[in-house]
T-cell receptor, first 113, second 113 residues
């Protein structure tokens, strides 16, 4: 069963650096949504990619950007890292640009020091 | 006011009891509702979804929806220690943000043997 694959699992970066996180959606899914989850909080929507386009965006600054490839995999890029960007970044896959309930990847734990 | 609100807990119940988890939402246009379970250090996994007013049962889990009161709940019957986790309520506004789920901050459940 090809579930949602995220890499890397853990990452430590310095303030001001840039980071790229990667996600491959579940087999049969074509939509990737990215969420940020701070400790003790629920996931916060960053953006969604469908048909290689950013379809929706949450309240995140332009430092957060992404991309979706023809094979439906996706990247999340964060520039000029801040200490407050430290969080678990979750990739959620679904089908058809909608969400009938996501399948989440195991996440990337980003620590900014 | 947060869009999706949950009691943070912790909620503690004895093994075999019924655990009741509650969620309220502010957007009357919300049309689909999801419950995710998140074990400590893991990513969320979908356990239930409900679209229509009333009850929906799946094994030991029952989701209840009351759109007039903007309230959704999850009942866990015959609670087991393995049910100890954080339960996240998520809400979709179907027409304009179909692919976006807004999450509450979760309720932490502890089932004591």
């Amino acid at each position: 069963d090809a579930g949602v694959t995220q890499s890397p699992t853990h990452l430590i970066k310095t303030r001001g650096q840039q980071v790229t996180l990667r996600c491959s959606p579940k087999s049969g899914h074509d939509t990737v949504s990215w969420y940020q989850q701070a400790l003790g909080q629920g996931p916060q929507f960053i953006f969604q990619y469908y048909e290689e386009e950013e379809r929706q965006r949450g309240n995140f600054p332009d430092r957060f950007s992404g991309h979706q490839f023809p094979n439906y995999s996706s990247e999340l890029n964060v520039n000029a890292l801040l200490l407050g960007d430290s969080a678990l970044y979750l990739c959620a896959s679904s089908f058809g640009g909608r969400s009938y309930g996501y399948t989440f990847g195991s996440g990337t734990r980003l620590t900014v020091v | 006011q947060k869009e999706v609100e949950q009691n943070s807990g912790p909620l503690s119940v004895p093994e075999g009891a019924i655990a009741s988890l509650n969620c309220t939402y502010s957007d009357r246009g919300s049309q689909s509702f999801f419950w995710y379970r998140q074990y400590s250090g893991k990513s969320p996994e979908l356990i239930m979804f409900i679209y229509s007013n009333g009850d929906k049962e799946d094994g030991r889990f029952t989701a209840q929806l009351n759109k007039a009161s903007q309230y959704v709940s999850l009942l866990i019957r015959d609670s087991q220690p393995s049910d100890s986790a954080t339960y996240l309520c998520a809400v979709n506004h179907w027409s304009t943000n179909a692919g976006k789920s807004t999450f509450g901050d979760g309720t932490t459940l502890t089932v004591k043997p």
